[in-house]
């Protein structure tokens, strides 16, 4: 008797949790949907299509394009990998927990998709008052260092499609002020380096750059996370050398980890 034999739709079903699992799977073996494509294949209302939709966006299976338009997110993008970018992930953990060793603070890895920022991985302080790991939360690019430090990577006009006004109908209050983060990327792009003074989480610190593949492009953002109260600016020479020395000790693999714009 084969697997497919064996699976039988349970006795009482969650048709909810059911489409919502439909859904993330045309995702990811098909590559997108739109809402009124949803309902149709679900047999539902656009409404209901729209809501579980929603979720699957909040909880990083899915993101919607420019166009309106859904396809897999982060979650089912690092799921699909092969074998040997799963290895690949894994192996940029020993430059990070080199990197904790040398600095004694906790160190993410993040990637972006649209406005929204992942932490993949983290490898935490040991010290007793330290920032914990966020690994697996998802935060508005903006607002976090890795995620600035790859929206820099974009031009200024994408930037501002980002984040146009359009895009944020209905929740204007989580919108930043454009203005005042294109100053902020212009100067990333600039230094190259991403300094952090509490954005994200009050009393936090944090500074990091890009990790780029062969070609140069950025394909996660690699950061040092501290309290507040253990951050010395004239420390920062020092910080940045050494996320240079980790980041040139990342793998090449990483680069299945690229990065999208929308």
Do not use: C
């Not at 897999?72 to 020993?94: C, D, F, I």
């Not at 109260?229 to 050398?241: G, I, M, S």
Request: cysteine-free; overall charge positive.
């Amino acid at each position: 008797m084969n697997s497919r034999e064996l699976k039988t739709k349970p006795t009482y079903a969650v048709t909810s949790v059911d489409h919502a699992l439909r859904l993330a799977t045309w995702l990811q073996l098909e590559g997108g949907l739109t809402v009124a494509e949803a309902a149709a294949r679900l047999g539902v209302a656009r409404s209901t299509a729209h809501r579980l939709l929603a979720m699957l966006v909040h909880r990083d299976f899915a993101v919607q394009s420019a166009d309106r338009g859904y396809r897999a997110g982060p979650v089912l993008e690092l799921a699909g990998n092969s074998p040997s970018e799963t290895s690949a992930l894994r192996a940029a953990l020993g430059p990070m927990q080199d990197l904790v060793a040398l600095v004694g603070e906790t160190v993410n890895l993040t990637i972006r998709t649209g406005d929204t920022a992942r932490f993949i991985a983290s490898v935490e302080s040991p010290q007793a008052l330290r920032v914990g790991s966020r690994e697996g939360m998802v935060f508005p690019a903006h607002r976090v260092t890795g995620g600035q430090i790859l929206l820099a990577e974009l031009r200024d006009a994408e930037v501002e499609e980002l984040y146009s006004v359009d895009r944020y109908a209905g929740r204007e209050t989580e919108r930043p002020d454009v203005p005042r983060l294109l100053r902020t990327l212009a100067r990333i792009r600039t230094r190259g380096l991403a300094v952090n003074r509490g954005l994200s989480e009050k009393g936090v610190v944090a500074v990091g750059r890009a990790v780029r593949d062969s070609s140069g492009s950025a394909i996660a953002g690699l950061s040092i996370s501290m309290p507040a109260v253990r951050y010395d600016p004239e420390q920062l020479p020092r910080l940045d050398a050494t996320l240079r020395l980790a980041i040139s000790s990342v793998p090449a693999g990483m680069s299945s980890l690229n990065t999208r714009s929308s």
